[in-house]
Nanobody, 128 residues
Framework: QVQLVESGGGLVQAGGSLSLSCAAS????????MGWFRQAPGKEREFVAA????????YYVDSVKGRFAISRNNAKNTVYLQMNSLKPEDTAVYYC?????????????????????WGQGTQVTVSS
């Protein structure tokens, strides 16, 4: 069982930066791929970024490439999402998720159903 707790959300002006963190419980965190998703008001939850168990592989949705960076520190059981050059359309609740079904894999899941564990989310609001 893995429990995930996001933090770091808030209000920022367009062009600004925020850094999200996702702290995980459970000794097997280091073996799981991790992902970030977001859900804007009135929209479906969408994939943002994923990282494999070692941190050696990452994948991003096109809309955030070059602006967002996902990373992880397995010693601290934490995954991060650094968000730069934020835009109003980045406003959403951001969720982290863990894929517990493919330990030690280089696969970076992009679909919701590929993730087994989810955090409660953290609000990110970007003002224009």
């Amino acid at each position: 069982q893995v429990q995930l707790v996001e933090s770091g959300g808030g209000l920022v002006q367009a062009g600004g930066s925020l850094s999200l963190s996702c702290a995980a419980s459970g000794r097997t965190f280091s073996r799981y791929a991790m992902g970030w998703f977001r859900q804007a008001p009135g929209k479906e939850r969408e994939f943002v970024a994923a990282i494999n168990w070692s941190g050696g592989k990452t994948y991003y949705v096109d809309s955030v490439k070059g602006r967002f960076a996902i990373s992880r520190n397995n010693a601290k059981n934490t995954v991060y999402l650094q968000m730069n050059s934020l835009k109003p359309e980045d406003t959403a609740v951001y969720y982290c998720a863990a894929d517990g079904s493919r330990p030690d894999s280089d696969y970076t899941p992009t679909r919701e159903y590929e993730y087994d564990y989810w955090g409660q989310g953290t609000q990110v609001t970007v003002s224009s």
